[in-house]
């Protein structure tokens, strides 16, 4: 199965966002963390964090960009059990067992934005719509004449 998994050129998402993901570790969309916000209102870091971030699923930090890799059942299951404790501790469900859905669905729903290529790159914009947050991802793109499938120009920094 493919997964999100964060990626990190340079540094500037230590100055954009103001909890950072770890290069390396796997990333989920995360719109659950702005349900409650009010868009409108979010400033600087937070805003950022809301308009392009993806979320990390051990730091429960941002990042700008992820690529698609290859996760394995027992990491995607870890990233469910992660979430799960997460919607626990810092959104209040009520238990494991009702944050264990909400949790496989966001790690389903993640798997399904992968739909390409592993080393993909994927970035993120939200919105608020008529219904509610709207996001849509996009490829980056390698420059072009560069072999995709062959070259891999990025790393994830450890």
């Given at each position: 199965?493919?997964?999100?998994?964060?990626?990190r050129f340079d540094s500037?998402?230590?100055?954009?966002?103001?909890?950072?993901?770890?290069?390396?570790?796997?990333?989920?969309?995360?719109?659950?963390?702005?349900v409650e916000a009010d868009p409108a209102q979010l400033t600087g870091k937070a805003r950022e964090a809301f308009r392009r971030g993806f979320l990390g699923t051990e730091s429960f930090g941002w990042t700008t960009l992820v690529e698609v890799d290859e996760i394995s059942v027992f990491e995607f299951a870890a990233v469910i059990d992660r979430l799960a404790a997460h919607f626990v501790q810092r959104y209040g469900a009520p238990n494991l067992a009702a944050?264990?859905?909400?949790?496989?669905?966001?790690?389903?729903f993640a798997a399904s934005i992968c739909d390409h290529p592993r080393h993909t790159l994927l970035a993120v914009v939200?919105?608020?719509?008529?219904?509610?947050?709207v996001e849509s991802f996009r490829v980056?793109?390698?420059?072009?004449?560069?072999?995709?499938e062959r070259i891999k120009l990025w790393a994830a920094e450890e």
């Open positions: 199965m493919l997964f999100p998994r964060v990626v500037s998402d230590e100055r954009v966002y103001e909890t950072v993901s770890r290069p390396g570790e796997w990333a989920v969309p995360g719109a659950f963390a702005f944050a264990r859905d909400a949790a496989q669905e966001e790690a389903e939200r919105e608020v719509g008529e219904e509610g947050i980056v793109q390698p420059p072009s004449g560069l072999d995709h």
